[in-house]
Nanobody, 119 residues
Framework: QVQLVESGGGLVQAGGSLRLSCAASGRTFKTNRMGWFRQAPGKEREFVAAISWNDGYRYYADSVKGRFAISRDNAKTTVDLQMNSLKPEDTAVYYC????????????WGQGTQVTVSS
């Protein structure tokens, strides 16, 4: 059974930084892309960033470009999200997700970790 477990959320003041980490486990786990999404209260879930597992190509939402950086460790099957210059509007539950090869959708999701940015 595949599991994605996030860690690293918390409370930070505006302008501060946080680093989220996601560890994937499961004997059958294979992925071609992993990413981060977030959902703020009363809003729909939105894409934040993703990284291609094969070549490391990175994708970012316009709202986080230049402030967030996604990285991966193929050997450990982990993906991190370094978040800098945080803003109150970044407050949300952040979810890790993984896409299996040949899939166009994210097939596996973590349980989410809360990020709160105070003004």
């Amino acid at each position: 059974q595949v599991q994605l477990v996030e860690s690293g959320g918390g409370l930070v003041q505006a302008g501060g930084s946080l680093r989220l980490s996601c560890a994937a486990s499961g004997r059958t786990f294979k992925t071609n892309r992993m990413g981060w999404f977030r959902q703020a209260p009363g809003k729909e879930r939105e894409f934040v960033a993703a990284i291609s597992w094969n070549d490391g190509y990175r994708y970012y939402a316009d709202s986080v470009k230049g402030r967030f950086a996604i990285s991966r460790d193929n050997a450990k099957t982990t993906v991190d999200l370094q978040m800098n210059s945080l803003k109150p509007e970044d407050t949300a539950v952040y979810y890790c997700a993984a896409r299996t090869p040949l899939s166009n959708d994210y097939d596996y999701w973590g349980q989410g970790t809360q990020v709160t940015v105070s003004s």
